[in-house]
């Protein structure tokens, strides 16, 4: 691993247990053995740095929705709601560091003011939404999925699988335990009639 990825990975861990405010410089150069020097060659600063870890995550999430939409076998609308349920679920859980870090209210404060830390953070919630969103109308056109305002039932979704998702992150309950009753709201709040559910 080159010393830029170790000073990004050990950052990730640092900014996502101390936030932004508590994260020192010093500490993360104690944590990599690097100097200083070392840390701000690759970055210009503690922002700087930051920017780099939310581009990262930003980058992760968008390219495995990309690869998770193009290796699924999504029969209609309702099976690419579920899988983007599931997915997102399954993501949360294998990069807990990085989404205990977007969990966080500093990366909001800080979009307030950075157009660049908005962008990034917009890219990644975008992508959720859009995937929820995308499957509502595919499931529209395919009769699985009844006659909703799609975005506006994509937000209300994003909202409790994040929801659940959080639980996980920090360590309230555990996400699995709710997923079956999970689908079955998703099922309840978006089937059409005319759709014989699963089971």
Do not use: W
């Not at 170790?6 to 010093?26: D, H, P, R, V």
């Not at 990599?32 to 701000?40: C, M, Y």
């Not at 006659?147 to 039932?153: D, H, L, S």
């Not at 309230?172 to 309840?188: F, P, Q, S, V, W």
């Amino acid at each position: 691993m080159s010393k830029k990825n170790a000073i990004l990975l050990a950052a990730t861990e640092l900014f996502s247990q101390k936030g932004y405010e508590g994260a020192s410089m010093a500490e993360l150069s104690r944590m990599t053995g690097a100097a200083g020097g070392t840390i701000f060659h690759h970055f210009k600063n503690k922002e700087d740095l930051f920017l780099n870890i939310l581009r990262g995550i930003k980058e992760i999430i968008l390219n495995s929705f990309d690869q998770y939409l193009e290796d699924g076998n999504l029969k209609n609308g309702m099976d690419m709601v579920e899988g983007a349920v599931s997915f997102y679920l399954q993501l949360a859980s294998q990069m807990p560091t990085q989404f205990l870090l977007l969990h966080q209210h500093f990366p909001y404060k800080m979009a307030e003011t950075n157009p660049v830390c908005r962008d990034y953070l917009e890219s990644i919630y975008n992508c959720l939404l859009d995937n929820f969103e995308k499957g509502i109308v595919k499931g529209q056109k395919d009769g699985t999925i009844e006659n909703v305002p799609a975005r506006k039932c994509a937000m209300i979704l994003f909202s409790m699988v994040d929801g659940i998702a959080r639980f996980n992150t920090y360590q309230l309950y555990n996400a699995g335990a709710l997923y079956d009753e999970l689908i079955m709201m998703c099922r309840k709040m978006l089937r059409s009639d005319a759709y014989a559910p699963r089971g």
